[in-house]
């Protein structure tokens, strides 16, 4: 029929459409997290080295992997137990040999090492926001703040190491919400087999993978992200989305997963802490590095003390003056965090909607056309992420993210 075949093409076209469409508001956000993360790396000082961590891991990382693993280091200070060298088996070490390896400048591997740490950290908490029912302009907005925040500038260019746990935060945020809605999809009694017992550790296994990465610079930076998943755990028990007997089996896995992995570092640390000098009580003592780490420069993002430190040629981290001295710098900074209060005391509650396309745990996609919801309660945080991204989604200039408008 003439009818017919006309509207056939029609129709292919249209649903292509869709799906182009779809795939661009997944990925568009992606994309311009990786642009904010590389360019301005690469196109920041170009051919110059900063004191980035250790020298010799761009003068010789070959030689540094050699004795990364060992308890003693001969070659300095006429031999001593070595201060966290362990930490350079992975991933810096590996990755500044490869790159050296294949004669790449090193100007360049910093600046990708740099732009890699910087997008895994956006990129994972727009993962983790899109776990929690945020809709794809919400959580790139989310993604933008936290990986454009003023909390990188005291290490972006001296102890970039130390930014690998705060890069792997939204990941193990969002693994383990993936953790918990997987494992609470509803399944008849005979339908649990062993596939299902040993894919309650798929997720738990990557946590444990993510922690062997980031976790073995520095034991006190990865503690500070552990009440991340914690928390979630512990308002999902509360909400009753989740069982208390499961948070706790999933805290478990994920615990003894990550013990595991963290054996190479931590017999080290033991060792280090037998017999190496002491090297924190001349360089970092409480009383100077907690001087500057008030509420007021906590709540925006700043305290780290080589934020404020001088000497005589200059201040220490030089990227910090206008947060400290520019009154247009630290009105907006605390603006962010003004907005973000705002948000708290203006939050309204999440509707959700069992159903298979979505977790109980997050606002389903096709809420909007089902009205028969019911409204939990959230968490403030919750509730004033939900009401950012509404409010950016109605906005024409995010219209590719309509289809996520709030329930009212």
């Keep these: 029929m003439p009818g017919g075949s006309r509207s056939a093409p029609a129709q292919s076209g249209a649903t292509w459409s869709r799906r182009l469409s779809g795939r661009l508001d997944r990925h568009v956000g992606v994309l311009v997290l990786a642009l904010l993360a590389y360019v301005p790396a690469l196109a920041s000082s170009p051919g110059r080295m900063p004191a980035d961590t250790k020298l010799y891991l761009y003068l010789d990382p070959g030689g540094l992997l ?77 993604a933008l703040v936290y990986q454009l925040s003023p909390f990188l500038l005291a290490y972006i260019s001296r102890t970039s190491l130390l930014l690998l746990p705060w890069a792997g935060l939204g990941w193990i945020v969002a693994l383990t919400i993936r953790a918990a809605t997987g494992a609470s999809r509803p399944r008849a009694a005979g339908d649990v087999g062993w596939r299902d017992r040993a894919g309650a550790w798929r997720d738990p296994a990557l946590i444990a993978l993510i922690v062997a990465t980031i976790g073995a610079v520095n034991a006190t930076a990865l503690a500070l992200i552990i009440p991340g998943p914690l928390l979630w755990l512990v308002h999902a028990t509360w909400q009753q989305s989740i069982g208390r007997r499961q948070a706790l089996g999933i805290a478990l896995r994920v615990g003894v997963l990550c013990g595991a992995v963290s054996l190479w570092w931590i017999g080290m640390l033991v060792v280090q802490s037998r017999h190496g000098a002491p090297v924190l009580s001349f360089s970092e003592t409480l009383e100077d590095v907690s001087r500057n780490s008030t509420g007021s420069e906590i709540i925006r993002s700043l305290g780290y003390w080589l934020l404020y430190q001088r000497d005589p040629i200059g201040p220490t981290t030089t990227a910090s003056l206008p947060y400290l001295i520019s009154l247009r710098s630290i009105a907006v900074s605390f603006a962010v965090a003004l907005i973000g209060l705002l948000g708290l005391i203006a939050g309204t509650p999440l509707c959700w909607s069992p159903s298979a396309e979505s977790s109980p745990l997050a606002c389903t996609r096709s809420v909007h056309r089902r009205r028969s919801c019911r409204c939990s309660p959230t968490t403030p945080v919750q509730a004033s992420l939900w009401r950012c991204a509404a409010v950016l989604e109605r906005s024409p200039s995010f219209s590719w993210a309509s289809r996520w408008a709030p329930v009212r």
Excluded at 66 to 79: D, I, K, L, N, V
Excluded at 81 to 108: C, E, N, R
Excluded at 121 to 141: D, E, K
């Design 66 to 142: 050699g004795r990364a693993a060992s308890t003693f280091e001969s070659a300095q200070f006429a031999g001593w137990v070595p201060h966290q060298q362990i930490a350079y088996l992975w991933p810096s070490g590996p990755w500044f040999w490869l790159f050296d390896t294949l004669g790449v400048a090193d100007w360049v591997a910093h600046r990708l090492w740099i732009g890699t740490i910087v997008f895994a950290a956006g990129a994972g908490v727009r993962w983790a926001a899109s776990a929690l029912g945020i809709g794809p302009s919400g959580s790139t907005v989310a």
